[in-house]
Nanobody, 125 residues
Framework: VQLQASGGGLVQVGASLRLSCATS????????WGWFRQAPGKEREFVAA????????SYADSVKGRFIISRDGASNTMYLQMNNLRPDDTAVYYC???????????????????WGRGTQVTVSS
């Protein structure tokens, strides 16, 4: 199972970006997919997650009202629409997927089994 994040870039404050996360390799079942980020010198942190079955969403407080997570079941792709970007959004963004067991949408990175390589988002002021 491979996840691949894309769509990062260098933007100015207030701009928007849309990240994508697509899969390759063998099909797999997952309860939820999520986005995490890691800024230089900081620990990886939860950004947003979505439960695949019913699209229940969860967001970190720092991105609520600015970021929107979505998924396309037909293409097995997850998106993160990031609006009104700020310098503190600068980080490497990773997408991840949990195992198949149904449950609440989790913020804990230890519960995410599959991880993709990240995509860099840089917001300049």
């Amino acid at each position: 199972v491979q996840l691949q994040a894309s769509g990062g870039g260098l933007v100015q404050v207030g701009a928007s970006l849309r990240l994508s996360c697509a899969t390759s390799g063998r099909p797999f079942s997952s309860n939820a997919w999520g986005w995490f980020r890691q800024a230089p010198g900081k620990e990886r942190e939860f950004v947003a997650a979505i439960r695949w079955r019913d699209a229940v969403r969860s967001y970190a407080d720092s991105v609520k009202g600015r970021f929107i997570i979505s998924r396309d079941g037909a293409s097995n792709t997850m998106y993160l629409q990031m609006n009104n970007l700020r310098p503190d959004d600068t980080a490497v963004y990773y997408c991840a997927a949990t195992g198949p067991a149904y449950g609440p949408v989790t913020h804990r990175d230890s519960e995410y089994v599959y991880w993709g390589r990240g995509t860099q988002v840089t917001v300049s002021s």
